[in-house]
Nanobody
């Protein structure tokens, strides 16, 4: 199963972007991760299967918001900073109850979408 992410692009610092990702035909806990050049992939945000619970990395709290509409999740990114520049990946964790930041707990991944924030 391939998740389909979209919405990346080039934006100036202080701007906003919205990413979306579909998990075809299924519902699950889902999350966003990102990987900047030369760095390890890191957790950004997660949302449970029905949208009732969310979890954020400290670095994006208050600026990013994760939401969902059935099997599609969104990441609204506001007040973007150059350090938010990365390839953003969505992922799905099937059958899970708790939201987690550990990428190894996720079962399915999207192909990544590039977000570039210029200063």
């Amino acid at each position: 199963v391939q998740l389909q992410a979209s919405g990346g692009g080039l934006v100036q610092a202080g701007g906003c972007l919205r990413l979306s990702c579909e998990f075809p035909g299924r519902t699950a806990n889902m999350g966003w991760f990102r990987q900047a050049p030369g760095k390890e992939r890191q957790f950004v945000a997660a949302i449970n299967w029905n949208g009732g619970s969310t979890y954020y990395a400290d670095s994006v709290k208050g600026r990013f918001s994760i939401s969902r509409d059935k099997n599609i999740i969104f990441l609204q990114m506001n007040s973007l900073k150059p350090e938010d520049t990365a390839v953003y990946y969505c992922a799905a964790e099937v059958g899970a109850v708790d939201l987690v930041a550990d990428e190894y707990e996720y079962d399915y991944w999207g192909q990544g979408t590039l977000v570039t924030v210029s200063s």
